[in-house]
């Protein structure tokens, strides 16, 4: 058996891991932020590495050999938090409960201690895989040391073997001292030559080869500037070398022999994950039995169930494809009594005993993805009914910033690693194709098996998170909803949409012709160059940035420079026309069902953190309706039936009513329980005038400001939309804040809370994660500041209206009503309907979407209905 170690930059890891995730505290006060980041990197590393031998190296102070030669060397870094300081020790307490040797040395850093034992090991035939956040450890890489270093957090790491880092610098692992001799190293204080960067070195470099051979062939190098730049500094340079060298024959007296990996002490680490307050990682020290036995699934196929099937079980469909409502369906898993089986789409269909169990409600199943689930057993002839859990949303609505949605990444993030990826099975691109049947078959039943490993572990979670009542009382019954709503797709009118398309032709054919007359010249409008070419230097335009590859004419530039030329409008309306031409005609074209004249859109479920829905193929919730001939596309959207119509409902302004409810504001509230105009209402209070003193200018403001409040806006922001200076931008938001007391006290009060949980919740307790809010990066803690204040409430809007969803199609069904919910696009709901049924909507609707959640102020839905999608607005 080939021996591998496995070395891990403690210290680095450490600080990366502080950092990457939000402070964490468990419940005597103690952080664990770090401690848990260095866990969950561990367990990663023994799962996937699988080491025969293993060490952690640390620094040992704050001196080492290397300050006898600059003294200044790594000054200026900042003193360790003292909230990272008090997890070292535990951190070392995990290593012990692992039994896995940790070590450090007087004088040397950690990067000596690594360097050192990999070039031991490397003679003693092992192969090393050195862990760190920093990378002047890539100089070690050879053919038998991998080196990883951590991109974003600490489980992403791209690794860096000889021939990685040639492809990315094309350099050799030895040429990376001379690089850093040459462009120093900001992080430990290392000079280098200054005024010459990571391009200039690796250009010295691939001529000269050494840091030595550049600074001897000095006259040789072009450029005056440069060649002063060397001669001045050498000895800086050749410092800089000297310091940033790992030193591979530091007196470590620790033996590789003394290094082989041990079995963990489970009882000393349940102790002390408990003592921590790591209930996740508690939970998969309980379940590594089910895992092996994961492994080894044993399945077997059934052309037909002659049995009766069991009162419960785990419920798995195969596609090939992403698209559910046409992809081939390869298979069908079920796990029921630790047995699996196989059943093929022919047969299923065929089966009377499986399509019997199949619709009985009372026969519950555990399911991966009961959208597609839903989509799929209907495309067989079976309506699948019994759902009881859904392991997609589970993990969705446990932590919706995990973005992988593959079974393979859910089944692991959840403690079940022995599912292989789709693409392992079915290769990817060109080369995908389906595998022989017996692969096919144990795959398909392995994911089924792995739904009922995991299910327990999920609903312990979100039990755990108070999320329990979300899941199954909310996403569960909606994924039934939306599966219903694209299964009957949304009809179109195919003339009256090519029809739009030959306007919008005729109608881009004009501006163009306007914007060759203005510009004095034919030219491609759609070429970055080209336009460029036209705006600053024949009509002399102010430049206002300038790109890698010439003049920026981006949207944000082009609506800066509208005051300064007459041909900038006709080019953003040109772009306009153009997205809608090609985006929305020519796309909706393609999607149409060639057999129902239908789009149906599928609904994203388990995509955004706030819990908002989106749609594509094709996307509908982004139909440009700000622009007039954007608006008119609604008109090709039609209802199926003859002297039927479009019912459109959407609530009033959402989220501020979510805001005052959450801020409990009376000034904000009042607006609301008295009916008034809310922005008139905010004009009223910030400029401190009367009803009837508000003039358009001073709603307009008002309005900015109130949409701004609730997605966080900077007084930058504001002074963009309302192109005002950013001392009056913050002058506003001061006013707004100073008549709405409790809305500033609402977002002191969640940037507070998300610093000490590290997510927000929404009044349904769906939770955003939120780790940038502890960030050192001015930018990033921003960003994460204003969506703190935003989820809740974007959040809490999102749920009012799935919760509408599932009211609304239940009471359509109460009361035996042939109008049907056909699409969702954010705080609107679009229904078709007989005309019969129109007074019928008129009251349910309102009545069902105003008492979805019980808010302090009231909610409150308009609705409007006509021919077309166009003319129910």
């Known amino acids: 058996m080939s021996k591998k170690l496995v070395l891990i930059d403690g210290n680095s890891i450490a600080y990366r891991a502080f950092f990457a995730l939000p402070l964490l505290n468990n419940d005597k006060g103690i952080h664990t932020n770090a401690i848990y980041g260095f866990t969950t ?53 995990l290593l012990n409960a692992h039994n896995i040797k940790y070590y450090e040395l007087d004088q040397y850093e950690a990067d000596d201690i690594i360097g050192t034992l990999s070039t031991q090991a490397e003679k003693d035939g092992f192969n090393t895989v050195i862990i760190s956040g920093d990378k002047d450890l890539t100089q070690l890489s050879s053919e038998r040391i991998r080196v990883d270093i951590t991109k974003k957090g600490i489980t992403d790491l791209e690794q860096y073997t000889p021939a990685h880092i040639s492809e990315k610098y094309g350099l050799t692992p030895d040429q990376i001292i001379d690089m850093k001799g040459l462009m120093g190293d900001a992080s430990d204080n290392i000079p280098g030559v200054p005024g010459v960067g990571e391009k200039t070195a690796i250009k010295l470099l691939k001529q000269f080869g050494t840091l030595e051979n550049v600074l001897d062939s000095i006259d040789e190098v072009s450029g005056k500037k440069l060649k002063e730049k060397l001669e001045e500094n050498k000895q800086l340079a050749e410092m800089s070398k000297k310091l940033a060298t790992i030193t591979r024959t530091a007196p470590v007296e620790v033996k590789l022999s003394e290094l ?262 034919e030219f491609n409008i759609n070429s970055p160059k080209q336009l460029g070419v036209i705006l600053f230097e024949n009509l002399k335009l102010p430049v206002l940035k300038k790109t890698k590859t010439g003049y920026s004419t981006s949207a944000d530039i082009l609506e800066k420079l509208k005051p300064e030329h007459e041909i900038i409008d006709h080019i953003l309306h040109y772009r306009q026309l153009g997205k809608l031409q090609s985006t929305y005609i020519e796309g909706l074209l393609k999607v149409i069902h060639d057999d129902t004249n239908k789009i149906h859109t599928r609904y994203n479920q388990v995509l955004t953190q706030t819990g908002r829905l989106s749609s594509t193929d094709p996307n509908l919730q982004n139909i440009p309706i700000r622009l007039e001939e954007g608006r008119k596309i609604r008109q090709a959207f039609v209802p199926s039936e003859k002297d039927w119509v479009m019912f459109a409902a959407d609530y009033s302004q ?152 599932i009211e609304m199609a239940d009471r359509l069904k109460a009361e035996s009503l042939q109008t049907r919910m056909l699409l969702q696009v954010h705080d609107e709901l679009i229904f078709e309907c007989p005309r019969d049924e129109i007074e019928k909507l008129e009251k349910i609707v309102p009545e069902v979407m105003e008492s979805a959640v019980e808010l302090s102020v009231p909610l409150k839905v308009d609705y409007s209905y006509g021919n077309t999608w166009y003319d129910a607005k």
């Open 654 to 805: 959402i989220e501020l009513r979510v805001l005052a409810h959450i801020s409990d504001d009376e000034g904000l509230k009042e607006a609301f329980h008295q009916g008034m105009d809310v922005h008139t209402k905010t004009a009223m209070d910030v400029f401190g005038v009367s009803k009837e003193e508000v003039t358009s200018g001073m709603r307009r403001h008002a309005k900015a400001v109130n949409f701004g409040i609730v997605y966080g806006i900077s007084d930058y922001g504001l002074s963009q939309s309302l192109d005002i200076t950013r001392k009056e931008a913050a002058e506003f938001i001061k006013k707004y804040l100073d008549s709405y007391p409790k809305v500033k006290e609402y977002m002191d009060d969640i940037i507070h809370e998300a610093k000490q949980k590290g997510y927000v919740e929404t009044l349904l307790h769906r939770r955003r994660y939120i780790p940038e809010i502890t960030s050192r990066n001015f930018n990033l803690r921003g960003f994460a500041e204003r969506t703190a204040m935003n989820t809740p409430i974007q959040g809490t809007a999102a749920d009012i209206i799935k919760k509408a969803m």
């Open 260 to 521: 082989e990996k041990q079995e963990a002490n489970y009882d000393q680490l349940t102790k002390l994950y408990k003592e921590l307050g790591f209930n996740s990682l508690l939970d998969k020290l309980d379940g590594e039995e089910e895992e092996i036995e994961l492994k080894d699934i044993k399945w077997e196929e059934v052309t037909d169930f002659k049995d009766e099937l069991p009162s419960h079980a785990e419920l798995y469909v195969e596609l090939y494809d992403v698209n559910y409502h046409t992809a081939d369906i390869l298979g069908i898993a079920v796990h029921a009594d630790q047995k699996t089986y196989f059943i093929s789409p022919e047969h299923a269909a065929a089966s009377e005993a499986f399509k019997k169990w199949i619709e009985d409600d009372s026969k519950t199943k555990s399911v991966y993805d009961a959208k597609e689930s839903i989509v799929a057993f209907d495309r067989l002839g079976m309506e699948l009914k019994g759902i009881d859990f859904d392991l997609l949303i589970a993990s969705y609505v446990i932590d919706a910033s995990e973005a992988a949605d593959d079974f393979a990444s859910i089944a692991k993030r959840h403690g079940a690693d022995a599912v292989p990826t789709d693409e392992s099975v079915y290769g990817k691109g060109a080369k995908k194709k389906v595998p022989e049947k017996n692969e096919l078959m144990q795959h398909t039943a392995r994911k089924a098996a792995a739904i009922h490993a995991i299910k327990e572990t999920c609903i312990t979670s979100l039990e755990k998170n108070e999320q329990l009542e979300l899941f199954e009382k909310l996403e569960l019954p909606l994924a039934t909803v939306l599966a219903e709503m694209e299964r009957k797709g949304v009809q179109v009118d195919i003339g009256r949409l090519k029809d739009m398309g030959v306007e919008l032709k005729k109608k881009l054919e004009e501006i163009q012709s306007d914007i060759y007359r203005i510009a004095g010249e």
């Open 41 to 93: 990197m561990l367990m990663k590393l023994l799962e996937e590495e699988k080491p025969t031998h293993l060490m952690v190296a640390f620094d040992a102070g704050k001196t080492t050999f290397r300050h006898k030669t600059f003294e200044d060397y790594k000054g200026g870094r900042q003193k360790t938090p003292p909230e990272l300081s008090e997890q070292f020790p535990f951190i070392r307490d």
